[in-house]
């Protein structure tokens, strides 16, 4: 399995803060994983923003990140803390 | 505790004091602390909500530190930054930064400041009489963090 979160104004678009879903091969990177988030259409584009940050097991990272079962991964729009 | 992140309001000179008087050589100390305004762009904001990622954040801010303290010769570091509903004029973050002579402790809270803002996961949510909206990253704010490279 792999824990996908989404914060802040993603976790609002799509309504969810974050979901579990099968680990399969051809999830091999974050950008997969994201390609198979969009082909569910609808509020998921907002995952197509050119600004979309991501992490892997709380560190930021590249779309091209790999990805292994049992990962935490996270997307979120560009941060706005201090 | 040098990186805390918390709901509650905290006072910006105790933090300022508390990094001196933990070590009798330092001869330095520079602060940070960033303020919610009443007005964004034009727009009054009534209130200010601020996301973050538990566990994430904390160990961002941490790598942040460890990279202040690799680059610079600190005699110590604390940030503190608040989450959850924050009104105008209550502070968000403080960032101190403490070294033997000033140059250090200036550039470090510098660079710690542009790196949190583009690299530590927060996001702020303004409540204005429009409604809510969430604040947009700015370019400016990665071009400042791009001169540390």
Known sequence: ????????????????????????????????????????????????????MCARNQELCSLAEPLADGDEVAFFPPVTGG | MAIRVQHE???????????HAANA?????????GYVRDYNDGNPVAAMTLEYYPGMTEKALAGI?????????????????????????????????????RQAAFDACNFIMDYLKTRAPFWKREDTPEGAHWVDGRDSDQAAARRWE
């Open chain 1, 1 to 52: 399995m792999i824990e996908v979160l989404y914060f802040a104004r993603y976790r609002e678009a799509l309504d969810c803060e974050g979901e579990r879903l099968p680990w399969s091969a051809e999830l091999d990177s974050l950008e997969a994983l994201r390609a198979r988030l969009l082909a569910r259409g609808g509020a998921w584009q907002v995952l197509a923003e050119q600004s979309l």
């Open chain 2, 9 to 19: 309001a905290f006072r910006p000179g105790v933090e300022l004091e508390a990094l």
């Open chain 2, 25 to 33: 050589g330092i001869g330095a100390v520079v602060g940070f602390v």
């Open chain 2, 65 to 101: 530190v460890a990279q202040a303290h690799a680059r610079w010769s600190l005699l110590g570091v604390e940030i503190v930054h608040r989450v959850g509903q924050l009104l105008p004029g209550e502070p968000i973050v403080f960032v101190g930064t403490a070294s033997a002579h």
